[in-house]
């Protein structure tokens, strides 16, 4: 056995180890030759990634794009993470509105003007990476105006979501474009791993999954033989095979009610399980119905509607690949809020079983005081 031409000894079950040097390989070859000189051969192709965070567990919370870019904003966070209330920082790479916050090499990402170029991508990971943070880089998927509304005009309408006389979904979204395209999964694809090539941990999916509303409002250019739910486990089996080559984790946000309801929006939850290292579902207490669960106001429960409505992830993974990181509320919305919340879902959480955490609050600016100092 040879590895780039250089010896390579093997045990009696044949195993073997070998060391290359990363900064000078551009490929490996393995060569191995049995005892009477039949030669097996195989060349794969490497790449240089930075170090990874070395945190285990995530407990973290969101930064959007001009977040990150704002010191007013950022650096009570990075104060958080220096003070050991959290050891994750969840940042936006590419936003609700089709927007990505870096100056990305992508060349489409350049063709439709995404880019913001608020920040610079591998300094913001260097920042975090040198507080012992874990840097979790979400990607909004399929809602993306900026995307559909290029493919629309330039005629590649198969990438867009349409309705069903052919005109072009926009709703409250402004347009959603299709996980079914290939086009479109390609450049997902490459910002990912444009991502986790400058460092990012984990790459963290939000919305893979069609529009709300009923499913036959809408053209999805699937075949007659594959359920949108299909399509988009299809996806994240593809970004699986992608990401886990640079050693890096992803995850998918999931609706709170996906566990029980995997039509409404595609996402069925053990499916997807199969093909992540988490789930993260937003089981945010002012977005439950009054009954939900046998609470009677959850606006008014954090604790209840927390502990009950997570037991569902728990269970739809339960055997499955991923585990579960859900998504809580560091945010008002209808209803009171402030410490005595923040700790009743942390509470919840840890009651459940869960050690793992992201807090959402779309201003960036958290209850510092609800976080304990862990780590």
């Known amino acids: 056995m040879t590895i780039n031409g250089e010896p390579a000894p093997t045990d009696a079950a044949g195993t073997f180890t070998a060391r290359v040097n990363g900064s000078q390989a551009e490929s490996i070859r393995a060569r191995a030759t049995d005892p009477v000189g039949n030669v097996a051969s195989v060349q794969t192709a490497t790449a240089w ?17 001009w977040g990150w870019s704002s010191s007013q904003l950022r650096e009570p966070v990075l104060a958080m993470a220096e003070q050991g209330r959290i050891n994750t920082v969840q940042l936006d790479l590419k936003a609700e509105g089709g927007r990505i916050g870096y100056d990305s090499d992508v060349a489409l990402a350049n063709e439709i003007g995404a880019d913001l170029q608020a920040w610079d991508l591998t300094q913001a990971v260097e920042q975090l990476h040198a507080r012992g943070v874990r840097v979790v880089g979400r990607i909004v998927a399929f809602r993306d105006p900026v995307l559909a509304k290029h493919a629309w005009q330039q005629g590649r309408r198969g990438m867009v979501v349409q ?63 594959t359920a949108p739910k299909e399509a988009v486990v299809e996806f994240l089996a593809e970004a699986d095979d992608v990401i886990s080559r640079y050693g ?4 998918a946000s999931v609706y709170g009610i996906a566990a029980t309801r995997p039509t409404q929006i595609a996402q069925d939850i053990p499916a997807m399980a199969r093909h ?59 209803g009171p809020h402030g410490e005595p919340q923040v700790r009743a879902q942390l509470r919840a959480v840890a009651d459940a079983g869960v050690d793992e955490w992201i807090m959402w609050d779309p201003s960036v600016t958290y209850t510092t005081s609800a976080y304990d100092p862990r780590w």
């Open 163 to 225: 309705r069903p006389r052919g005109t072009m979904y926009t709703g409250s979204y402004s347009g959603f474009t299709s996980f079914a395209h290939q086009d479109v999964r390609q450049y997902l694809f490459a910002l990912a791993e444009e991502a986790v090539r400058a460092g990012v941990d984990d790459i963290l999916w939000d919305y893979v999954r069609r529009p709300d509303g009923p499913v036959e409002e809408y053209h999805f250019g699937l075949d007659q033989d």
């Open 248 to 251: 890096a984790s992803h995850g």
């Open 276 to 334: 992540l290292d988490y789930v993260s579902p937003m089981v945010y207490y002012s977005h439950w119905g009054p009954g939900e669960y046998g609470v009677s106001d959850p606006n008014t429960e954090p604790y209840a509607i927390t502990r009950r409505s997570l037991q569902d992830f728990i269970d739809a993974v339960d055997g499955r690949r991923a585990r579960v990181v859900p998504w809580l509320q560091d945010f008002q919305l209808g």
């Open 49 to 65: 990634v930075p170090s990874r965070s070395d945190v285990e567990q995530i407990n973290g919370v969101h930064m959007s794009i």
